[in-house]
Nanobody, 123 residues
C-alpha cells in the first residue's frame, strides 16, 4: 500500500514558476514509476509526465509541457517533484501524482493516486 500526498500548489502569475511535491509512504516507493496528471474543470484527466522507477533515468512529458516542466524523484526522501516553469493560464488545474508499474499516460493504469493540489495561474 502506498499513500501519496501532493503539496506546493497555489496561485502564480503567468510566466512564473512553481514546484509541486508528492510525498509517498511505504518502503517500496523506489520500485514504482510515478506519473503526474492534471484535471481542469469540465475536462478529463490529462497526462503531464512520468518518471521511471528506481533511478528515474527515463522521463516522459506531454507535448503541451515539454521544455517547461521537469519531473524528478528523490528516493531517499520518498518524493517526486514537478518543476513547472513559464506557466500559462491553461496550465491551471488540479494536479495529481500517481504510482504504478510504468510511467505511461493512462490514468487508470496507475495503482495509487494522491488527493491533488490546486494550481491557479493568473494572466
Amino acid at each position: 500500500q502506498v499513500q501519496l500526498v501532493e503539496s506546493g500548489g497555489g496561485l502564480v502569475q503567468a510566466g512564473g514558476s512553481m514546484r509541486l511535491s508528492c510525498a509517498a509512504s511505504g518502503r517500496t516507493f523506489s520500485s514504482y514509476a510515478m506519473g503526474w496528471f492534471r484535471q481542469a474543470p469540465g475536462k478529463e484527466h490529462e497526462f503531464v509526465g512520468g518518471v521511471s522507477a528506481w533511478s528515474g533515468r527515463s522521463t516522459y512529458y506531454a507535448d503541451s509541457v515539454k521544455g517547461r516542466f521537469t519531473i524528478s524523484r528523490d528516493n531517499a526522501k520518498n518524493t517526486v517533484y514537478l518543476q513547472m516553469n513559464s506557466l500559462k493560464p491553461e496550465d491551471a488545474a488540479v494536479y495529481y501524482c500517481a504510482a504504478g508499474a510504468a510511467p505511461i499516460s493512462r490514468w487508470d493504469a496507475y495503482n495509487y493516486w494522491g488527493q491533488g493540489t490546486q494550481v491557479t495561474v493568473s494572466s
